[in-house]
């Protein structure tokens, strides 16, 4: 549940579909939108008209939203702060929080649209059905957790451990209104929403390392990642020594015993040390950019889904140079927008680097091996810093150095119990991607720790109204939260012209009286967007339509209006089943918002 409005929003949106081992990526658009209006408003045309309009958003930046969540000494998600109690800084520089909410991502979804049964076919009374709300609330999948394993990254041990343990997991915690999703940042074994277990299970059983890097060990002379970036793009000279010395023992290089031989055979080993920093740098970018990827996938995947969304990101880490630190700020970015909370848990367990490194490396030089043990301490710092970026700068958990799997993927699936969404928008700020430090803190709060977005990058172009409105509807559509700034109810009604078609309508009725019409020419200008979406059980979106609602009334018209409201109604053609109906409004004038939810079962 969400008190104020974030004024968030959102990415083009993709969805991931599985095939047969295979990614799919499609365009996010809802089927249907855009078609001709069936039925013209009622009322006197030049005062009411209505269309319909393709349910389709892109995406800006105007406003930096920065999840924070704040934590007692227990551990525990504190949710009483108020807006006053917050500083923000950019760059060192105060800013003003504009928008300012506190979401409760564990409330419960609420279902008040009234289900009707049309009249039959042979003129029998309509039959009125209205569940009980806890009933229907129980039908709506509020949650989506996907769980992202590093397939690419992980060794067997560690993998086949956090296996299990996911499994555990989820066979103990997996809710009826829950569903999981299962993705490998190699693209192989993955799984699609459900609620079905034995699907889980299966699919996760599948999962095995897909490593394409050659091991740093096995390479002469000893290569990481990190190391190669240190030497190809930091130009560091300490590192290189280190590899030339390593590769003179492992290439084998002849050291002339005559002056400048030692010379000549690091002028020759440099050749060595740099081509396997070549090939080390070009493995773990393509890594690197492909779980990047993979996640910037999931987060436009479940901008889709209506409810809790969160990815548990099951890794050893991974390290990102400074080329990537832009796309992994558009990623986090994206997934705040979007409310996607990224929780990583490093799946190695309790891990130390052992000293000595492994004695089955080409190079193994004892008079290399401390200065190679500071690098593999550096390179994994920098990884789980990597993981604990990601968590910190969505609103999710990072978990590391504990062998108690499965009560770690207990509380990395678990959203903190409050998070507050700061928004401000920067003075100043100049339209150029440049790097942006933020800081949190808390003014006469103690003994409690904040964890925050640590900074962003500027966009490089303006947003205008229109896309803000779009993307306000969009998450709205994607959320389970029901909004009145604005009085709305719902009704469905269904009817079946055989045993394999059903024809659903959805009616919105909208009082018109708290509406800030603009007043021009002596008449009452404002605008309504009105948007019904229907989901299946896995809380996938199968159909939304848009219709626009433009109002130019008079005087007496809108006093007649606002007595009984006007009713926009949405026709969908579906087969028999359950369904959740989604209807939000939202008015052009005073940007105020609607939503309701719906649940309708056709037998």
């Given at each position: 549940?969400r008190?104020?409005?974030a004024?968030?929003s959102a990415r083009n949106?993709l969805?991931?579909?599985?095939?047969a081992?295979?990614?799919?990526?499609?365009?996010?658009?809802f089927?249907?939108?855009?078609?001709?209006?069936q039925?013209p408003?009622?009322?006197?045309t030049?005062?009411?008209?209505?269309?319909?309009a393709?349910a389709?958003f892109?995406a800006?930046?105007?406003?930096?939203?920065?999840?924070?969540?704040?934590?007692?000494r227990?551990g525990?998600a504190?949710?009483?702060?108020k807006?006053?109690?917050?500083?923000?800084?950019?760059?060192?520089k105060?800013?003003?929080?504009?928008?300012?909410?506190?979401?409760?991502?564990?409330?419960k979804?609420?279902?008040?649209?009234?289900?009707?049964?049309a009249p039959?076919q042979?003129g029998s009374?309509?039959k009125?059905?209205e569940?009980a709300?806890?009933?229907?609330a129980?039908a709506i999948?509020?949650?989506?957790?996907?769980?992202?394993?590093d397939?690419?990254?992980?060794?067997?041990?560690d993998?086949?451990?956090?296996?299990?343990?996911?499994i555990?997991?989820?066979?103990?915690?997996l809710?009826?209104?829950d569903?999981?999703a299962i993705?490998?940042?190699?693209g192989q074994?993955?799984?699609?929403?459900?609620g079905?277990?034995?699907s889980?299970?299966e699919?996760?059983?599948?999962?095995?390392?897909?490593?394409?890097s050659?091991?740093?060990?096995?390479?002469?002379p000893?290569?990481?990642y990190?190391?190669?970036?240190?030497?190809e793009?930091?130009?560091?000279p300490?590192v290189l020594h280190?590899a030339e010395?390593d590769a003179?023992?492992?290439a084998n290089?002849?050291?002339p015993q005559t002056p400048?031989?030692m010379?000549?055979a690091l002028q020759?080993?440099e050749?060595?040390?740099r081509?396997a920093a070549?090939?080390?740098?070009?493995s773990?970018?393509n890594?690197?950019?492909?779980?990047?990827s993979?996640l910037?996938n999931?987060v436009?995947?479940?901008?889709?889904?209506?409810?809790?969304?969160?990815i548990?990101?099951v890794s050893p880490?991974f390290y990102?140079?400074d080329d990537f630190?832009s796309?992994?700020?558009d990623?986090?970015?994206?997934?705040?927008?979007?409310n996607v909370t990224?929780?990583a848990l490093?799946?190695?367990?309790?891990?130390?680097v052992l000293p000595?490194?492994?004695?089955?490396?080409p190079?193994q030089?004892l008079?290399?091996q401390?200065q190679?043990?500071?690098?593999?301490r550096?390179?994994d710092v920098l990884?789980?810093?990597?993981?604990?970026e990601l968590?910190?700068?969505?609103g999710?958990?990072?978990?590391?150095?504990?062998?108690?799997?499965e009560g770690?993927f207990?509380?990395v699936?678990a959203a903190?119990?409050?998070?507050?969404i700061l928004g401000?928008s920067?003075?100043?700020?100049?339209?150029?991607?440049?790097?942006?430090?933020?800081?949190?803190?808390?003014?006469?709060?103690?003994?409690?720790?904040?964890?925050a977005?640590r900074?962003?990058?500027a966009?490089?172009?303006?947003?205008?109204p229109?896309?803000?409105?779009?993307?306000e509807?969009q998450e709205?559509?994607f959320s389970?939260?029901e909004?009145?700034?604005?009085?709305?109810?719902v009704?469905t009604q269904?009817?079946?012209?055989?045993d394999?078609?059903?024809?659903?309508a959805v009616?919105?009725k909208?009082?018109?009286?708290?509406?800030?019409f603009?007043?021009?020419e002596g008449?009452?200008?404002?605008?309504?967007t009105?948007?019904s979406g229907?989901?299946?059980?896995?809380?996938?979106?199968?159909?939304?339509?848009q219709?626009?609602?433009?109002m130019?009334?008079?005087d007496?018209?809108?006093e007649?209006?606002a007595?009984?409201?006007?009713?926009?109604?949405s026709?969908?053609?579906?087969?028999?089943?359950?369904?959740v109906i989604?209807?939000?409004?939202?008015d052009r004038e005073?940007s105020l918002?609607?939503a309701?939810?719906?649940?309708?079962e056709?037998?």
């Amino acid at each position: 549940m969400r008190d104020g409005s974030a004024g968030k929003s959102a990415r083009n949106h993709l969805y991931l579909r599985v095939c047969a081992g295979c990614a799919v990526l499609l365009v996010f658009n809802f089927p249907g939108a855009g078609q001709p209006s069936q039925t013209p408003a009622a009322g006197n045309t030049s005062e009411l008209t209505t269309h319909d309009a393709p349910a389709t958003f892109r995406a800006g930046v105007n406003l930096v939203m920065v999840p924070v969540v704040v934590r007692d000494r227990q551990g525990h998600a504190i949710g009483t702060l108020k807006q006053e109690d917050f500083q923000l800084f950019d760059k060192g520089k105060p800013q003003i929080i504009s928008k300012f909410s506190v979401e409760r991502p564990g409330a419960k979804a609420v279902a008040s649209a009234v289900q009707v049964q049309a009249p039959a076919q042979d003129g029998s009374p309509a039959k009125a059905v209205e569940s009980a709300l806890e009933t229907a609330a129980s039908a709506i999948p509020t949650r989506f957790i996907a769980y992202l394993f590093d397939d690419v990254h992980l060794e067997f041990a560690d993998l086949a451990q956090a296996r299990t343990a996911a499994i555990h997991h989820l066979t103990a915690t997996l809710q009826p209104t829950d569903r999981a999703a299962i993705y490998t940042t190699s693209g192989q074994n993955m799984l699609d929403f459900t609620g079905d277990l034995d699907s889980i299970r299966e699919t996760l059983n599948k999962i095995q390392p897909r490593g394409t890097s050659v091991p740093a060990s096995s390479e002469c002379p000893y290569m990481t990642y990190y190391m190669a970036d240190l030497i190809e793009n930091k130009s560091d000279p300490q590192v290189l020594h280190v590899a030339e010395q390593d590769a003179i023992l492992c290439a084998n290089i002849v050291v002339p015993q005559t002056p400048g031989g030692m010379a000549a055979a690091l002028q020759q080993a440099e050749s060595v040390a740099r081509g396997a920093a070549t090939r080390a740098l070009a493995s773990g970018e393509n890594d690197t950019k492909l779980a990047l990827s993979v996640l910037r996938n999931i987060v436009r995947r479940m901008a889709a889904s209506p409810g809790l969304r969160s990815i548990v990101l099951v890794s050893p880490g991974f390290y990102l140079p400074d080329d990537f630190r832009s796309d992994q700020g558009d990623l986090m970015d994206a997934a705040i927008r979007a409310n996607v909370t990224i929780s990583a848990l490093d799946a190695r367990g309790l891990y130390v680097v052992l000293p000595g490194g492994d004695v089955s490396e080409p190079s193994q030089n004892l008079a290399t091996q401390t200065q190679k043990d500071l690098y593999r301490r550096d390179s994994d710092v920098l990884s789980w810093g990597t993981l604990a970026e990601l968590a910190d700068g969505t609103g999710g958990t990072f978990v590391h150095n504990t062998n108690d799997l499965e009560g770690a993927f207990g509380r990395v699936a678990a959203a903190p119990e409050f998070i507050y969404i700061l928004g401000f928008s920067p003075q100043n700020l100049k339209l150029n991607g440049s790097y942006h430090a933020l800081k949190v803190t808390l003014k006469n709060v103690k003994d409690v720790t904040a964890q925050a977005r640590r900074g962003y990058y500027a966009p490089k172009h303006e947003l205008d109204p229109a896309e803000q409105a779009k993307q306000e509807i969009q998450e709205a559509v994607f959320s389970r939260d029901e909004m009145l700034d604005i009085p709305l109810s719902v009704q469905t009604q269904f009817f079946k012209p055989s045993d394999f078609t059903a024809k659903l309508a959805v009616l919105a009725k909208i009082d018109l009286r708290k509406l800030p019409f603009r007043k021009a020419e002596g008449r009452n200008n404002d605008a309504l967007t009105i948007v019904s979406g229907v989901f299946d059980p896995n809380g996938n979106l199968i159909n939304a339509i848009q219709k626009v609602l433009e109002m130019r009334l008079r005087d007496e018209t809108l006093e007649q209006k606002a007595v009984g409201g006007i009713v926009m109604r949405s026709n969908f053609d579906l087969t028999p089943g359950s369904y959740v109906i989604r209807v939000v409004i939202r008015d052009r004038e005073g940007s105020l918002m609607a939503a309701r939810n719906g649940v309708v079962e056709i037998p």
